[in-house]
């Protein structure tokens, strides 16, 4: 099967924090792929095909965190899950599309 996406994606190593739209309590994980709409991310923390999350996404060479406040976990297995972002403010979006050119930048360079 040859999946076709829309948006390339990056393999990354960056520590995020997440929580469910409706609690406060943030839990921890390993964004290890990401894209312009989404990311895939390993977790001790289960989540569920559907559930709406914020993502913070700590660990970047930009300064300041990247707030994505509105994603939808899409798939889920195997102490892993993947969201689709579906909200984030304008000055994150923009951290987010520098994010992803650096880190396609150094994959290039390797």
Do not use: H
């Not at 991310?41 to 095909?49: A, E, G, L, R």
């Not at 970047?60 to 899950?81: K, Y």
């Amino acid at each position: 099967m040859i999946e076709c996406r829309e948006y390339t994606r990056t393999p990354v190593d960056m520590l995020v924090s997440f929580s469910d739209t409706d609690t406060t309590a943030m839990r921890e994980g390993t964004m290890f792929d990401l894209s312009a709409r989404g990311c895939a991310v390993t977790s001790m923390s289960s989540v569920q095909p559907g559930s709406a999350v914020k993502i913070l996404i700590r660990e970047t060479d930009l300064g300041a965190p990247i707030m994505i406040e509105s994603a939808a976990v899409r798939w889920s297995g195997g102490g892993e899950f993947g969201v689709e972002f579906l909200g984030l403010s304008e000055i994150d979006q923009r951290r987010l599309d520098r994010l992803l050119q650096m880190t396609m930048d150094s994959t290039q360079s390797n």
